[in-house]
């Protein structure tokens, strides 16, 4: 983005053949890990699959490693709540890692209603030579054992396994929207509609209830939860958002439960701007710290919001994602779009945010430059090497000829879920079924 906004070279994509994609391989989400080393993502059949970065080849030491799947496993099965008589989904709804302390890797996955924790580890040697055991493991008669044998390690070819460590269940009326894991590494926590809940990572049949906004009487319900995210540095502070376009920052020093709020963000209304639309459209879809944990970014159907951790009055930026939608609210109303709930994210040194759109666009903004640029991914233009060219979206007028009208948005193609390498320019994008990686022009 620093040289030349309008440049984006594909590194590559991982396509999911389109004739053959159901329902169940819409991407639901996408996270890099803490090195950017590995890429998860999380579909609506309940499968977990990771991408790894492949080394630098000699004989191409300037050509940056590309992402090919590593691990695939099923994270979430359906199931069906028999006192409530619901179908639980198996939908993955969010991915977290947690730093990697040894040669494994480790991450959380949650559906509507279970948190497991995953373990992803290699194997390359196995065993051979047991005492009790034969070759094909089936248990040898003690009688007939003689002598003593010493086990030893055989080389065999490389298996990447994923076993569950941890399941995190029974603990959510409602659905759960948000998982963030604390920089203390010890704790982690789960956001519903209404609750958010504390978890330690060795204790899975009890958590700790930090935020609960259920009224008495439900009919006096106002607002619900709609995301959650601990401090980025602090272990005792979290912000959530909600559907009435606010954000609440609490601190878990002050009570041990967070009931008020140690800040609160709102940005007042404009009355010339209030329509019917006007909270549906102020709904907060996710919220993020900044790397710094200076700013908090909130994304709602229109905007990009980046708040300042200390002016809780009005956001210090905002960022128009797709204004020319605004005379469209009600044809977005009548076909569910309107709520959509979009993603968004910061590059590693927080100068650049991204988000989805229609179409298959996806838009970034440079906070210091103030450019912004929309692109798109889409697989016309997804050859390996390819420069994506910026879109334009033309409101009335004359259309110009690499234009494209507002009227022939295709809104069934939406990018709701993205990631940025957490050091180098390279991002993640889920277009329904398809992955996308791009990353900056190599010269």
């Not at 390819?386 to 033309?394: F, S």
């Not at 009208?405 to 069934?412: G, M, P, Q, Y």
């Not at 993205?418 to 320019?425: D, I, M, R």
Request: glycine residues 2%.
């Amino acid at each position: 983005m620093e040289e030349d906004v309008e440049t984006r070279k594909i590194n590559s994509s991982f396509l999911r053949d389109h004739s053959y994609a159901t329902e169940a391989d819409i991407i639901s989400t996408v996270e890099f890990n803490h090195t950017g080393e590995l890429l998860a993502t999380g579909d609506k059949g309940g499968r977990v699959v990771i991408f790894q970065r492949e080394q630098e080849s000699k004989n191409q030491p300037h050509r940056r490693g590309e992402y090919n799947v590593y691990s695939t496993f099923q994270s979430h099965e359906p199931e069906f709540d028999y006192l409530k008589s619901l179908e639980i989904e198996e939908k993955i709804n969010k991915i977290r890692w947690l730093p990697q302390q040894n040669a494994a890797y480790f991450l959380l996955s949650t559906n509507d209603k279970t948190v497991k924790l995953w373990k992803v580890s290699e194997r390359d040697k196995r065993p051979e030579g047991y005492n009790l055991k034969d070759e094909d493991g089936r248990l040898r008669d003690p009688s007939m054992i003689t002598t003593l044998r010493v086990p030893v390690l055989r080389p065999m070819d490389l298996m990447v396994e994923a076993t569950p460590r941890r399941v995190f269940a029974n603990a959510h009326t409602y659905h759960i929207n948000s998982i963030s894991v604390n920089s203390d590494y010890e704790t982690y926590m789960s956001a519903d509609d209404l609750r958010i809940n504390l978890w330690n990572f060795e204790i899975t049949n009890q958590s700790f209830n930090i935020v609960d906004i259920k009224p008495a009487n439900m009919e006096e319900l106002t607002e619900v939860i709609t995301a959650a995210e601990f401090h980025p540095h602090h272990c005792n502070t979290f912000v959530y958002s909600s559907s009435k376009g606010t954000i609440r920052l609490c601190d878990m020093r002050t009570s041990a439960l967070c009931d008020r709020h140690a800040k609160f963000f709102e940005e007042p209304e404009d009355p010339s701007n209030r329509s019917f639309f006007s909270e549906i459209i102020s709904s907060i879809s996710d919220v993020k710290f900044s790397h710094s944990g200076r700013y908090i970014m909130t994304r709602d159907y229109l905007t990009v919001k980046v708040w300042d951790l200390n002016m809780e009055n009005r956001p210090i930026e905002t960022y128009q994602v797709h204004d020319y939608l605004r005379s469209k609210l009600c044809s977005l109303y009548e076909n569910d779009c309107i709520f959509d709930k979009f993603e968004c994210v910061w590059n590693g040194t927080d100068s650049v945010i991204m988000t989805g759109s229609y179409n298959n666009f996806f838009r970034m903004f440079d906070r210091n430059t103030k450019r912004d640029v929309t692109l798109e991914a889409s697989r016309e233009n997804s050859k390996p090497r390819a420069i994506l060219k910026p879109r334009k979206v033309c409101v009335g007028g004359k259309r110009r000829k690499d234009e494209i009208s507002v009227d022939s948005l295709d809104f069934s193609k939406k990018i709701l879920h993205t990631a940025w390498h957490p050091s180098e320019n390279i991002i993640a994008v889920a277009a329904t079924n398809n992955l996308y990686i791009f990353q900056d022009k190599v010269n």
